[in-house]
């Protein structure tokens, strides 16, 4: 069972430290180490990890061996100073649009000072889009949330995830108290978040202030018209120490006869907690940096005579910097002649305002009033509004806007915008449609059918990097915000060495090849969303494959974070009517690079059904049956999500296998007959606990086998005799075999291999580790039966002829990024000969000769891979 406990966070403010034992699930993202080493320098993260040590152990730090760097020191120590000490705020602060609003990226606002790093919101995509822009993730300690949707926390578990495994020691969430119940449900699948302090400082904590500004979140409540009476009870109806089982059964009508019960009812956390979700709340954030003091204009001191240059200047420019007159030489010297007047400290605002029913409270809000015109506190520099043009459109919110001072500037983030977030996405995509156009095409931009509306005042529309500087002046700063032309990216591919012949002489070939027997049969259509591991990232999206399976029938196979905003850029404005052909999910495992999407796919294809007009229906989730604590948490306290699945739990899928409930039984056949399959199997692959892939034959007789995480697996080969298609996950390249083991993954050989025996027609290889971001190492083993996936690949069984053809082309495209793993390649196995070799005077034993130190290879590394475990834990622990 699980533990509860509070206990007082050592923070400025009074936030509370919320402790949870509860693991599930032990690796919460496939092959984490992996992408850290990628995307954080070496350097970094054993800084990063050795601080958190330093910090908490009474050890001295050994400077000779683990000397924290020079920048890292002075912050610390700067930081020090300035506690409490006035008229000290920051020289620098900007704020900054991630996400600008847009369908696929949702409103995220990063805040910049020496001294503290802020994020307001963190929708789906926002780590990728940092990832992909540079803005380090590293340093964030602040990360503050404006309602309890989907849309702003839908990217907070990865997050949470990536500030711990980078070694961030400690990191504060503002906003809507549910965030401790949010934080909660992310344990059901992440396992303890031990190495990270979360807390939580809800909007009923007094105003907060750190070395850059204050900060006063202000609550919002809305009357909202009929919550909770479409599909969940009210909270009042719930019995408050209901049983999650029982809960469970409740919105689910049986819940498809969770034979995982026992593992559920335990796993369950919040179990007697009443529900608590809100969605009447949203918090707005008034944030004042801190007063700083003039400048001392040295030039205009050396005019009057001061000793500018001696060591007498010292006292005298604290003096005049705090607003006194000083008298030297006789001459009475004011502050205002020989200093820039002192900064009060300019105040920002963040507002969201999601729907009309929020209109009147936040219009007539007290605290927000006194950074307008008349108000108290002077004006506000800048406002942020996350509000959709239907609430700009509305006089109220328009009157509200008016009444700020007109200096003061207005952002506007919703999907109202003309912005490229992914540019790298749109890059790739761009160079690898010249090699196909049907397998690679073009992405595409989600655009809105609403109008812009006509404001009163001057604002400015939200763009991808967009600045506003608050310090050292107000300033709109543009030279961020991404250039996307594909004209350009279409060029430097050009440009490339023997890049257009292998293109033109691929293109002779395909047309050769579907000349004898075309490019038809549009269906099966299997499109590729997201073929990297572990975590989003610029190149490649985490884990999600959409099996078209006739012109108004889909299944998707995992859907880890951003598959939305995948589908968005892959079908633009057609999304809503692909989401609302899709009837099944299958989630492989509950790793978060396998899952953390499906809430958004949930809510948005009830959206996409609305606005196509067609009858909502609850979508068949193929899961393990731990999803459900995760969905139970999740819509018990933050956000209603129950009545869109009729869950199937993966193992009643599994061959010999009944499942006990009629409902489940139903809910197979009525699935089986919507997708038009004769079967859909499941097997126990070799991963984690719970872990499945998944066999689905159609009535016309092909068969798609879908291998999820898994080493090498018989029951996966037997489960894909002869199929038509296998994708199998390949996360780890040639000659890291004692990798794979260790993280229970496949290299390409052996994937290959598990084709092979299986005497699949074709393998597509995905989930690629993200140190193979472009394109994974060719293996030996590559024949013309194997094809490499890529994001926004989209693949019919007649282009498996084709797919090999390709090869010569990507390889010319990427014969940088190949030369550079395989020089990575042979300086390992050097080092693995040089170690080798080494083994055999430790060992003393007299035995030489290179043959020997190649089998002393591996027994050589054991021990020292042990030692970095050992000290890779002894850090965790500390
Ligand atoms: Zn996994
Ligand atoms: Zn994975």
Redesign the pocket.
């Given at each position: 069972m699980f533990t509860l406990k509070r206990a007082p966070f050592n923070l400025k403010s009074s936030a509370w430290l919320l402790f949870l034992k509860h693991p599930i699930v032990s690796?919460s993202?496939?092959?984490f180490s992996v992408w850290a080493k990628t995307i954080f320098p070496r350097t970094a993260v054993h800084r990063l990890r050795n601080m958190a040590s330093n910090a908490s152990s009474n050890q001295k730090p050994d400077m000779k061996r683990s000397k924290p760097p020079k920048e890292t020191l002075r912050h610390v120590k700067t930081r020090e100073q300035r506690k409490n000490v006035g008229l000290h705020g920051p020289a620098n602060v900007y704020v900054q649009v991630l996400g600008a609003g847009s369908r696929d990226n949702g409103p995220s606002l990063y805040v910049f000072s020496e001294y503290n790093r802020y994020l307001f919101n963190c929708g789906e995509g926002t780590q990728r889009l940092m990832q992909e822009h540079k803005v380090k993730a590293a340093r964030l300690d602040n990360i503050l949330l404006t309602r309890m949707n989907w849309q702003n926390v839908g990217g907070l578990s990865g997050m949470i995830l990536t500030l711990k495994d980078t070694g961030v020691p400690e990191c504060v969430l503002s906003g809507p108290p549910q965030l401790e119940n949010f934080v909660d449900a992310v344990r059901v699948f992440s396992g303890p978040l031990d190495e990270i302090k979360i807390a939580v400082r809800p909007h009923t904590d007094p105003q907060y202030s750190d070395n850059t500004m204050t900060v006063n979140q202000v609550p919002i409540f809305a009357k909202l018209k009929g919550v909770g009476q479409r599909h969940s009870p009210s909270p009042t109806r719930n019995s408050p120490r209901h049983s999650p089982l029982r809960e469970l059964r409740r919105p689910m009508d049986g819940a498809g006869g969770i034979a995982e019960g026992r593992e559920e009812r335990a796993a369950s956390p919040g179990g007697g907690q009443r529900d608590s979700r809100d969605p009447s709340l949203v918090v707005a954030y008034v944030c004042k940096l801190h007063p700083k003091k003039g400048n001392f204009l040295v030039q205009k001191a050396k005019e009057l005579g001061l000793p500018v240059g001696t060591s007498a200047i010292g006292p005298i420019i604290a003096a005049l910097k705090d607003g006194k007159t000083v008298t030297y030489g006789g001459k009475e010297i004011h502050p205002e002649e020989v200093c820039t007047p002192t900064d009060p400290g300019p105040v920002f605002i963040v507002v969201e305002c999601p729907s009309e029913e929020f209109i009147q409270p936040l219009c007539t809000n007290q605290v927000l009033s006194r950074y307008q015109r008349s108000g108290a506190e002077g004006s506000a520099a800048l406002v942020v509004h996350m509000t959709p043009e239907s609430v700009l459109e509305n006089d109220g919110y328009k009157r509200w806007m008016e009444r700020f001072a007109p200096s003061t500037e207005h952002l506007i983030l919703n999907e109202q915008v003309c912005t490229v977030h992914n540019v790298r996405s749109h890059k790739i995509q761009a160079q690898l449609n010249l090699i196909h156009k049907e397998i690679f095409p073009e992405l595409k931009n989600c655009t809105t059918k609403d109008k812009q509306a006509s404001l009163h005042v001057p604002n400015v529309r939200a763009e991808c990097l967009l600045k506003f500087q608050l310090r050292p002046k107000f300033e709109w700063q543009r030279d961020a915000i991404p250039m996307c032309d594909a004209s350009e990216f279409v060029k430097e591919a050009a440009e490339l060495p023997a890049f257009m012949k292998e293109v033109d002489e691929c293109k002779q070939q395909v047309m050769d090849l579907t000349n004898k027997a075309g490019r038809e049969g549009k269906y099966p259509e299997v499109v590729f969303l997201g073929t990297g591991?572990a975590l989003p990232m610029k190149t490649r999206n985490v884990s999600a494959t959409l099996l078209n399976i006739s012109p108004n029938q889909s299944v998707l196979l995992d859907c880890g974070e951003g598959t939305f905003g995948q589908l968005c850029r892959h079908y633009g404005d057609k999304v809503d009517e692909v989401l609302t052909k899709l009837s099944t999910v299958f989630v492989?495992?509950m790793?978060a690079?396998?899952h953390t999407g499906l809430l958004n796919l949930l809510l948005q294809r009830e959206r996409a059904l609305d606005s196509e007009g067609k009858p909502f229906s609850p979508i068949y989730l193929v899961a393990p049956g731990q999803i459900m604590p995760w969905l139970h948490q999740y819509h018990d306290h933050c956000q209603e999500i129950l009545h869109h699945v009729n869950i199937i739990p993966s193992w009643f899928l599994t061959p010999g296998v009944e499942a006990p409930r009629q409902k489940t039984k139903s809910f197979i056949q009525s699935m089986l007959k919507k997708c038009d399959l004769e079967r859909f199997q499941t097997c126990s692959v070799r991963?984690?606990k719970n872990?499945f892939a998944c066999s689905l034959t159609h009535r016309s007789g092909w068969q798609l086998v879908f291998s999820?995480?898994t080493m090498p697996c018989d029951a996966l080969v037997d489960m894909g005799k002869n199929a038509t298609l296998l994708i199998h996950e390949a996360t780890l390249e040639d000659g890291l075999e004692e990798e794979a083991v260790e993280k229970?993954?496949s290299t390409t050989s052996q994937a290959i291999d598990v084709g092979m025996k299986m005497n699949a027609e074709f393998i597509m290889l995905n989930h690629f580790s993200q140190r193979y971001a472009k394109i994974p190492i060719f293996s030996a083993d590559f024949s013309d039966k194997v094809g490499i996936s890529f994001d926004h690949m989209s693949v019919r069984l007649s282009d498996f002829r084709i797919l090999p053809k390709l090869n010569p082309p990507l390889k010319a495209l990427f014969a940088e990024e190949i030369e550079e793993m395989e020089e990575r390649r042979e300086k390992r196995e050097l080092k693995q000969m040089k170690e080798a070799a080494m083994e055999v005077p430790l060992n003393g034993r007299a035995v030489g000769g290179a043959s020997d130190g190649a089998h002393a290879g591996p027994s050589k590394r054991e021990p020292e891979e042990e030692a970095a475990d050992m000290n890779n834990k002894r850090l965790k622990v500390s």
């Open positions: 690796n993202q496939c092959t591991s492989s495992h790793h690079d396998h991963h984690c872990a999820g995480d229970r993954h």
